[in-house]
């Protein structure tokens, strides 16, 4: 087993360099590095991007082809000492339904060889809010509870860094709010918090630093706000519906955040670069022209073609 | 901490509705002991013992089943179901996962398969011949050790270890190995045959199991150890990756 030491002087927390992998023809992952440090950083990627498979391989269950994850300058994969200072939340919501909560996190709690097992787990359920329901089984808890158990049993024994993957799924608006709670409060008190999502609210709210991974490649990476400038400055379609769709594009050329009009069978297409100045700009225009406008309703609004424009960039 | 994942086993073991498959299973040598009983058949009762009841019945079927049903599940659905990641990420080497485990499985198998063997054996000897039932008692112990650790490697290296495990069972050892002898060699029924002969000390025509005694049991353990080691060291390198 590894000595992997509690404090590392200058060595990032995590550290995945050059790293690769694949399952047999297909590249989940593909030539990926970055360092990182304390805090919270959310990756985001479309379904099949490569997060999953990113975080798999910094919590040592998984093997890169090519490269290497370290935790605290030592390799994760075939090492079961980094446990001590990792812990990982998988993605599927099994847990060993006969157990109860407070079960479930003890037991973790023990095979940690924690001291104080039954401190430790009753610290931990509190931590995430199910101090309520601990003795019930785990097997009837609610998609959400199940989440929430699944950290608590991740950060029983106070890890420095915390792996979760699509730690929101099923998750209703509360339980979501209560998680990032926690997460904020672990990040604060030093820890590395990484989340994978496909959600770019949910990176939006909690995430100080994102990876965006798009087909097993780093599309972007850095601080969120400028990645979200990047998302929001792309071009934008918008379908505008009015009493007079000629007159209205007619009035919409030149205003500033309008660099292109499109009226096909009837229906008005607006190019904008800033969506929301646009929002602004288009119910002054049309009252000025004395159109009444009915409906604006952005296009192409999936993730995916957020991210598409990134990996085009 | 072995002690607890060894009691985690055995509690998902029992919760396990192919355990009451597998609780029948075992019932079945004392119905037809019985049934053998009644029947005041002309055949003799030791003969008829060793080598239809305990040495058909018994270590043919019962006791591989037991022990593929058993030993395949025992790490093979926690790896299925996902929940194998809550004991592969925590600071143990995996021997101290595997360990426990195949010991539970093997708590079970033996609970089921030895009473069954000593209780039909009894009952279809009327109370006599009690080195046949002691020799075939231990011959289920050993071989349900050898039958278990090979199925937990077998789940390990597959994903299809009840079907490779059945194919073994009935195809290599039930059909191939009866034809060509060398394959006993290569056959946990067959080594628990020549245990189970050695210790009963029987007259070749009361019951012949072809493999010697010593030999047999020296090929039992370093099966067992073997297919431990192998499954060991199958553990450590072993991927754990989301289910798509």
Do not use: C
């Amino acid at each position: 087993m590894s000595g992997v030491q509690e404090t590392k002087a200058g060595v990032p927390a995590l550290s995945v360099e050059s790293v690769s992998r694949w399952y047999g023809n297909v590249v989940a992952v593909n030539d990926v590095s970055f360092d990182l440090g304390p805090g919270i950083t959310g990756l985001l990627g479309p379904n099949g991007a490569g997060k999953s498979t990113i975080l798999h391989m910094l919590a040592g269950l998984l093997r890169p082809s090519r490269g290497t994850a370290k935790v605290l300058g030592e390799s994760a994969w075939h090492n079961p000492g980094i446990y001590r200072l990792i812990g990982f939340v998988p993605e599927r919501e099994a847990v060993y339904p006969f157990l109860s909560g407070f079960d479930f996190v003890r037991a973790s709690a023990r095979l940690h060889g924690l001291p104080d097992v039954e401190a430790a787990a009753l610290k931990a359920l509190a931590e995430v809010e199910l101090t309520d329901v601990k003795d019930r089984p785990s097997g009837g808890y609610s998609k959400g509870m199940k989440q929430r158990l699944k950290v608590a049993a991740a950060i029983v024994h106070e890890p420095r860094i915390l792996l979760l993957d699509e730690p929101f799924n099923g998750a209703d608006p509360r339980q979501r709010l209560r998680m990032m709670d926690s997460l904020r409060r672990m990040a604060a008190a030093g820890a590395t918090v990484v989340y994978s999502s496909h959600i770019l609210e949910e990176v939006e709210r909690l995430a100080e630093d994102v990876l965006v991974i798009i087909a097993g490649r780093l599309a972007a990476s850095g601080d969120f706000h400028a990645i979200r400038k990047l998302m929001t400055d792309r071009p934008y379609s918008v379908n505008v519906r009015s009493n007079d769709d000629r007159g209205l594009a007619a009035a919409l050329i030149g205003q500033a955040p309008v660099f292109g009009v499109e009226v096909m069978d009837g229906a008005l297409t607006v190019r904008t670069s800033d969506l929301m100045a646009f929002a602004e700009t288009v119910p002054k225009v049309a009252r000025a022209a004395g159109v009444t406008l009915f409906e604006l309703s952005p296009t192409d609004e999936s993730l995916e073609s957020v991210f598409a424009y990134l990996v085009q960039r | 901490m072995s002690g607890f994942i060894f009691m985690l086993t055995l509690r998902q073991l029992l919760l396990q509705k192919s355990t009451l498959l597998l609780a029948l299973l075992a019932l079945l040598p004392l119905v037809i002991a019985l049934i053998f009983r009644l029947s005041e058949s002309d055949q003799d009762p030791e003969n008829w013992t060793a080598e239809v009841l305990l040495g058909g019945l018994v270590v043919t079927i019962v006791v591989p089943l037991t022990a593929l049903l058993l030993g395949a599940s025992v790490i093979g659905d926690e790896l299925e179901d996902g929940t194998a990641v809550y004991l592969l990420t925590k600071p143990l080497p995996r021997w101290q996962v595997l360990l426990p485990k195949v010991a539970a499985a093997l708590l079970l198998a033996v609970a089921l398969a030895v009473p069954s063997t000593v209780l039909s054996g009894l009952l279809a000897i009327e109370g006599r011949g009690g080195a046949i039932v002691t020799g075939f008692a231990v011959a289920v112990l050993l071989g349900s050790l050898a039958y278990v650790a090979v199925f937990v490697l077998l789940s390990l290296l597959s994903n299809h270890a009840l079907i490779i495990g059945l194919i073994y069972v009935f195809l290599w050892e039930g059909a191939l190995a009866g034809i060509f002898e060398g394959l006993r060699f290569l056959s946990i029924r067959h080594f628990s045959l020549g245990i189970a002969e050695w210790i009963a000390g029987t007259e070749p025509e009361t019951f012949d199991a072809y493999l010697g005694g010593e030999t047999a049991l020296t090929a039992v353990l370093v099966t067992a150890f073997l297919a431990l080691l192998w499954a060991n060291r199958r553990l450590e390198q072993i991927e754990v990756r989301e289910a798509s």
